[in-house]
């Protein structure tokens, strides 16, 4: 045994690429150790040209327990209008809501609340007033979800600036039932999840039957390592092409710019560069990511508590620390 060990050490120190190998294993490993003192992380997964090279669960979670991954749902949510409208279940992102909801906005006072498009709800421009931050109690204890999210005060005009709303998301849900016949739930099992491997837990509902749009899907981490090798490969799984290739790269176009964070926005995915290299994540409350880095082929996962606190924001500084570690550690050398 040690003979083998000194001959594949002596291997390492001849071949670049080995001893490339080795110094990313081992600054992964360093990276492991930082994260397993991190108190809120529940895991860490990295999957680097296709290959799960690590995966770490801490505060006694373990692999198949499902993470509630709070708002990276919406990012879920916008693969599947992806899907729908590439099976024509809806026509494109520039469908006026009216078209669903003829019902709910009737009249001319709500001429322009019809007019807010598919695109406007993906990119959090609806104009309506937000539903999440303080007025987020009030809506999810009202009694119709989608009623109240549509009669918000129109604060802007749709399409003209970003104000991040779960209620735009939700409406998004709503549309999809509407227009696929089938509840959120069912469509993703059908054209996400199984054609992925995997079954979708049922998450909650809203008082309508509704299926929860922008929060509160539950996923394992191996399962959203998949979801981030899917939109790593263009929306490609094996063989299979399940989302549409423009919708993924669509999706990663800014389209907006949060005015509490300062970061873009896509259809459901924000954008910053970390370590210097463009990254695309989805990103929910807490610490659940998705981190995609297309240029090294990396996907990185992160899950952690829910609960509230006031070490919640540090919480977030320190998984974009721990990303960048990843990045330094598996990035080539010039």
Not at 7 to 25: K, T, Y
Not at 57 to 73: D, I, L
Not at 215 to 237: A, I
Request: proline share 4%.
């Amino acid at each position: 045994m040690l003979r083998v060990a000194l001959i594949v050490l002596a291997l390492a120190s001849a071949c670049p690429e080995g001893s490339r190998a080795a110094s990313g294993q081992a600054g992964l490993e360093a990276v492991a150790k930082t994260a397993a003192d991190i108190p809120r992380l529940h895991s860490l997964l990295v999957s680097h040209q296709g290959t799960l090279v690590l995966e770490r669960y801490f505060n006694g979670r373990r692999a198949t327990q499902h993470a509630n991954v709070k708002s990276v749902s919406k990012s879920v949510i916008s693969a599947l209008i992806g899907i729908a409208i590439d099976q024509n279940h809806m026509p494109n992102v520039r469908e006026p809501i009216g078209t669903y909801f003829p019902g709910q906005l009737r009249g001319d006072a709500n001429a322009a609340r019809r007019a807010i498009t598919v695109e406007d709800l993906l990119t959090m421009r609806s104009g309506l007033e937000s539903t999440s931050g303080r007025n987020y109690g009030a809506w999810v204890t009202s009694k119709n979800w989608v009623r109240y999210a549509l009669t918000r005060e129109l604060e802007t005009p749709p399409g003209a600036e970003m104000e991040y709303s779960t209620g735009n998301s939700h409406l998004l849900s709503a549309i999809l039932t509407i227009a696929t016949k089938k509840s959120t739930w069912q469509y993703a099992q059908e054209v996400l999840a199984r054609p992925l491997g995997f079954s979708l837990a049922r998450w909650p509902q809203d008082p309508q039957g509704v299926y929860f749009g922008g929060n509160d899907m539950l996923f394992t981490p191996r399962q959203l390592v998949t979801f981030g090798e899917l939109y790593l490969h263009r929306g490609r799984h094996g063989d299979r092409q399940i989302v549409p290739a423009r919708w993924v790269d669509d999706s990663f176009v800014p389209r907006g710019q949060s005015d509490f964070n300062d970061q873009l926005y896509g259809y459901g995915w924000w954008m910053r560069e970390f370590a210097g290299e463009q990254a695309y994540f989805a990103w929910g409350f807490g610490g659940q990511y998705v981190f995609i880095i297309p240029r090294l082929q990396l996907v990185v996962v992160t899950t952690s508590s829910t609960a509230t606190g006031e070490e919640r924001r540090g919480h977030r500084r320190t998984i974009f620390g721990l990303l960048e570690d990843v990045i330094t550690a598996l990035r080539p050398a010039a």
